[in-house]
């Protein structure tokens, strides 16, 4: 699938626009237009449902209880600075990035791909090029496809070469890709590479160390003091209230508390369209449970949870549940499991993080009782400053449990399912995106786009649309209309040809359209189209709310 056309199709029909487009846009940050606010409320409601308001799962784990709670919770997301210090994000949340004394512009070093350049002397009119090619220098490039880091360093030195395009294979050849911390530890030294966006090589500062929160300043005299930060997940919301939770509500451990919201990370290079956001929204439980059982509810969670995103339409062969392996895993960690969906605008065969689900034993409690614990050490222990002293305190309140049946108290260890909002919603639009043909109103086939989203994602449920302006189609039409947008967000179209305003409704994912025609006039009966089969059928206009409904909800 071609990445360029999705991203015109967001813009064109108003799913996605850049943030701030008129100022030039802002990187990083995303705007869902008029049908992207539908399709991503669809996206986290249906998490809602499935994880918490329509939960009624049995757990069937062996010695757990079969039934467990779901709760709800939404907090701020500027918290209490000593959050961040015991959660480790003030000390660890960083990422390694590199600068270019030349360009001025600063990328992260992990997604920095060198190649190196081969030039066939004999089209080379650039003496400087070949000498560079012969020396060995790596080019690096922000591309992450093989086509485009050709493409992209063609452009930076291929302009310089004297070559007709047929040539250009034989000319001009890139080889030994690889990623830029992989090269260096083969002792290539950062002297003979060269940026992403200048021409000369040993422009690019040793990798530092930078933090990913987003500083503010809470209150009006703005010193040090009153430093806050943007939250970058909204999991440490939930775990500071979970003693809230326990008190105020009848739920007991095992216990999931869920949480919809925007997180904020200043990513030292956001691409691949919304894959990677500043600014984003995260959907996640931390599930409370005895520890004894915590491994079997990590596989249980891990497992429901693959499951969710093949219900809705991503195939099993473009999506993987990768386990960790050992040395990935933080010390605190007995598991992680990354879902991962082949995005169309990653290399063949790579795969990008939909959400990852984590085993974090009680590491995130006992960090907020004690003081921020050293996940290096094993057995956990409070991280002591230069002083002696617990660097970061914690509340010093007590968030153990009491087990009232079992009498005895403990800290629950917590498994942790974490999904981004944005993420799903980009990876639910590049499956549903096909090209195909379908018939016109003469019977003719006819090119068109179609997203074949879940219809449960699906922005708008069903279209109506008389099949003529005029006879009384219209006002049959938009009573039925009316009647639909009761239950589900519904179109009314009378502009065109029938077969065109089909194809307007196949473009943004609508399910099913309703067609008012001379018959409906007599015996008030409609036609229902299905698009993906393309099958029609007719049904009692009386009846449609409750029809499509069904239909949408695939009883
Ligand atoms: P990555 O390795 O891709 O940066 P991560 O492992 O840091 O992701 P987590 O901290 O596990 O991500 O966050 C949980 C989920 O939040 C991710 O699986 C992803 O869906 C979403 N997410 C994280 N960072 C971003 C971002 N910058 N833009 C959009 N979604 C994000």
Known sequence: MDMDKLVSLCKRRGFLFQSSEIYGGFNGFWDYGPLGVELKRNVKEAWWHDMVSGHDELSQLPGAPSTFDMAGLDCTIIMHPQVWKCSGHYDLFHDFMVDCKESKKRYRFDQLYVVRLEVTPKFSTNPEISKRAEFGEYWTTLAATPDEQKADVYKRAGGKLSIRSKNVDEAFKISDVKKLPDLLKQGVTLADVI??????????????????????????LGGDDDAAFLRPETAQGIFVNFKNVIDSS??????????????????????????????????????????????????????????????????????????????????????????????????????????????????????????????????????????????????GKDLSYYDDQAKERFIPHVIEPSAGADRATLAFLCEAYHEDTAPDENGKPQERVVLKLHPRLAPIKAAVLPLVKKDGMPEAAQKIYRALKKQFNAFYDDGGAVGRRYRRQDEIGTPYCITVDGQTLTDGTVTVRDRDSLKQWRIKADDCPAEITKLVKGE
């Not at 021409?199 to 009006?220: D, H, Q, Y």
């Open 195 to 220: 940026g992403p966006d200048v021409n000369g090589a040993g422009s690019l500062t040793e990798p530092r160390e930078f933090n990913l929160m987003f500083k503010t300043i809470v209150g009006a």
């Open 250 to 395: 009848r739920v007991k451990v095992p216990v999931g508390i869920a949480q919809i919201g925007k997180s904020f990370r200043n990513e030292i290079t956001p691409r691949n369209f919304t894959f990677r956001s500043r600014e984003f929204e995260q959907m996640e439980i931390e599930f409370f449970c005895k520890p004894e059982s915590s491994q079997a509810w990590y596989t249980y969670w891990r497992n429901r949870r693959y499951q969710w995103y093949l219900d809705l339409g991503l195939p099993r062969e473009r999506l993987q549940l990768r386990e960790h392996h050992a040395e990935e895993l933080s010390h605190y960690s007995t598991g992680t499991a990354d879902i991962e969906y082949a995005f169309p605008f990653l290399p063949a065969g790579e795969f990008g993080e939909l959400e990852g689900v984590a085993h974090r034993g009680d590491f995130d409690l006992r960090s907020h009782m004690e003081g921020k614990l050293n996940p290096e050490t094993r057995p956990l222990q409070v991280e002591l400053g230069p002083d002696g002293k617990p660097k970061h305190r914690g509340s």
